[in-house]
């Protein structure tokens, strides 16, 4: 070898000469062990490369294979999911994908038409034609295609399609929760109900719980749908609400719509009748106006006012529909709800007490809610002159919404707790619970018998769910026109509350513009729209909450103690027809 | 000089050793990382699929589609009140006397005939 030739002849060379050429050789023999080194190593990753790392992938494509990874791309933040409030899912947000086709690489474009109809039923065949024959590189075929339709379409193998995946907010039960729970935008926005109040939420990946319970949801949205339909009526609403939390357990707009296809909703479908339409309920406010003159003046059962004759205010006459034209009882003006009667128990009242209590009520002032979608409710301006306080003790010239109407009476028989109406479930359940007392525990019991009383004796007789204790009021008020009121335009109610001796539920129906039918003998009035179409909401909330009927004994009815104040001429046993 | 050389070429050695060791912890690394963004993607995708599936659960409990299913397809209908009892001694005695007891009908025949 060279090197060791070198270094024999090296003996012989001495001094400097011998040092250089040492160190000449040392440098060499680096340098040739580098360049070995570096060819080494390059060796060594081209057989790690083509060899060893071409097997690895080879390998881990068949396990890809094999488990049919969708591969979907990372894609912004997932919207939170909403469920009910036993966990039942009714808002949650899926990975779709969506198909787009390359042009320039179509084939036989009738041919792929024909295959992508036969997968996708709802192809929008002219916006499929446009994207196959256009001139450019990218088209929308079809927007959120199911996972199934996927697969044909990847079975169809045609290099042009591809797919792009996007977020969906998706519904499974379509138009059930409609006008609470509200509905997203393409991008993921919420435009509506909770959707909207809760969309800083949601948008950050959290969860949320509704107070609703689906299977109420479903039974009042079938009951109130089958009263517009009997009654031929123009919208409806249902409310269930807890009468001791205030939580919303059911609510129900109609019309309503598909939330999946919320586009194609119209104005009147996508109004909400709930907390944002604001309704003249009429006879309903008897309730709270009763109970302000039995809280405030003490009045005894038996105390009775003049309705003999109608009540002249300024330009307006105050009349009895079904006027009994004598003396009434506390209970019989209730039952019988009279007008005259109601006007001089609110003036009895005063109007500043009377406007008060209603505002304690929650009567008064714009509902503070979980959806942001609130009316204002209109009520005359303070301080009410003698006439405004007549009429609004029958509920005439006040406006509010459903669901502030079963807070206000969840707040008159739960015992005199004030409610707030929640849509969302809080942590703590039972928030407002004992918290404010707007009415006695006397006066809660009494409404409780006088409500009783309108459901075995009076104008809700066909609220009676067999088997069940239920207390309620009609409500039919006149709408109002352009300003006038007409006769045969009407919004007829009802507002229950059960089991009557310890109230867990309030139940309302409003039913708009119905008109009479054969069964009902041409009336449309809340005892005969509303107020079966309650009684069936519970016996429904019944057999869903496992509530036999043999709990009731009709012996130990709490409105037997109020017939000794009700001198009706007509005899017992003989029904007459409930109306107003 | 022998031993100088031997040095050397044992040091040699050792580079060329640990480079491949290097070589072959890194290669392990990088199969460990692709394993880990695969079973991440599979991951992700089965959860995917989970969501799909609770999706049309849901979709398919929809109560006013069973209720359809319940009543045009199995003749049923919502229990009203009276359906439902307090107490199971409220109920009546089975004509075959048969109580419940041992978890099991004794004759299946008697529920068929009862079903009809």
């Not at chain 1, 991008?187 to 109900?193: E, P, S, T």
């Not at chain 2, 040095?7 to 060791?21: E, P, Q, T």
Request: net charge neutral; with cysteine; charged share 25%.
């Amino acid at each position: 070898m060279m090197w060791r030739h070198a270094r024999h002849r090296a003996i012989f060379i001495d001094g400097e000469k011998r040092a250089a050429v040492c160190v000449a050789q040392s440098r060499l023999s680096f340098i040739a062990a580098c360049f070995i080194l570096v060819y080494l190593v390059i060796g060594a990753r081209l057989v790690d490369l083509s060899v060893v790392q071409g097997n690895m992938l080879r390998f881990d494509l068949a396990v890809e294979q094999d488990q049919g990874a969708l591969n979907v791309p990372k894609i912004a933040q997932r919207r939170g999911d909403v469920y009910d409030r036993n966990g039942f899912l009714v808002a949650t947000t899926l990975k779709t994908p969506s198909l787009y086709v390359d042009p320039y690489l179509v084939l036989d474009e009738e041919a792929l038409l024909t295959d992508l109809a036969g997968v996708i039923p709802d192809l929008d065949l002219e916006k499929a034609v446009r994207a196959v024959t256009a001139k450019n590189r990218f088209g929308w075929v079809h927007h959120s295609i199911t996972p199934e339709q996927q697969q044909r379409i990847l079975e169809i193998g045609d290099p042009s399609l591809g797919f792009e995946y996007e977020y969906k907010r998706f519904y499974p039960q379509s138009a059930l929760f409609t006008h609470m729970l509200g509905y997203t935008d393409r991008d993921g926005l919420g435009l509506a109900g909770v959707e909207r109040s809760y969309d800083d939420v949601l948008s950050a990946g959290n969860d949320v719980h509704l107070t609703m319970d689906l299977r109420l949801q479903h039974i009042v949205r079938r009951e109130v749908s089958r009263a517009m339909s009997e009654f031929t009526a123009k919208a409806g609403a249902g409310v269930v609400m807890d009468a001791k939390t205030g939580e919303v357990l059911a609510a129900v707009s109609l019309p309503d719509f598909d939330l999946n296809d919320a586009g194609d909703a119209t104005d009147m479908q996508k109004f909400n009748r709930l907390s944002l339409g604001v309704y003249e309920l009429g006879s309903m406010f008897k309730i709270f106006s009763t109970a302000a003159l039995l809280e405030q003046e003490r009045v005894p059962m038996s105390y009775t006012f003049d309705a003999r004759k109608p009540i002249k205010v300024g330009w307006y006459t105050i009349n009895d529909y079904h006027a009994q034209k004598r003396i009434l009882t506390v209970p019989e003006i209730f039952m019988h709800s009279s007008n005259i009667g109601s006007a001089l128990m609110g003036q009895m009242v005063g109007g500043d007490n009377l406007r008060a209590f209603y505002k304690d009520l929650g009567l008064i002032d714009r509902m503070d809610f979980d959806i942001k979608e609130v009316g204002h409710i209109l009520v005359p301006k303070a301080p009410w002159s003698d006439s405004t306080t007549m009429t609004a003790s029958y509920g005439h010239g006040l406006s509010t919404t459903p669901v502030q109407m079963c807070a206000g009476v969840a707040t008159i028989v739960n015992g005199g707790f004030s409610v707030r109406p929640t849509l969302v479930k809080r942590d703590q359940p039972a928030r407002f619970k004992n918290d404010v007392r707007v009415v006695s525990e006397e006066t809660s019991a009494s409404m409780r018998k006088l409500l009783r009383l309108v459901v075995t004796e009076g104008t809700g007789r066909k609220a009676d769910a067999q088997g069940y204790a239920l207390g309620g009021k009609t409500g039919t008020a006149e709408k109002s026109v352009n300003g006038k009121y007409r006769r045969d335009k009407l919004i007829s109610s009802f507002v229950g509350a059960f089991p009557i001796d310890d109230p867990k539920y309030v139940v309302m129906v409003m039913v708009d513009e119905p008109n009479g039918n054969k069964q009902s003998y041409g009336y449309a009035t809340a005892g005969w729209v509303a107020a079966p179409a309650v009684s069936r909401i519970v016996s429904g909330i019944a057999s869903v909450m496992g509530m036999p009927a043999d709990q009731y004994d009709p012996a130990l009815d709490i409105s037997a103690e109020l017939l000794p104040f009700v001198h009706d001429k007509k005899k017992k046993g003989v029904k007459k027809l409930a109306s107003y | 000089m022998r031993y100088v050389f031997l040095k050397h070429l044992f040091v040699l050695m050792l580079v060329i050793a640990s480079g491949a060791s290097l070589m072959g912890v890194s290669q392990n690394v990088q199969r460990v990382e692709r394993e880990v963004s695969r079973l991440d993607r599979a991951m992700e995708s089965e959860k995917e699929r989970v969501r799909i599936l609770r999706a049309e659960w849901a979709y398919l409990n929809d109560p006013s589609r069973l209720e359809a299913l319940a009543t045009g397809g199995l003749m049923m209908q919502a229990p009203e009140g009276e359906d439902m009892v307090s107490k199971p001694d409220a109920l009546p005695e089975r004509e075959d006397g048969y109580d419940g007891r041992d978890g099991l009908l004794r004759d299946a025949s008697l529920v068929i005939g009862g079903a009809q």
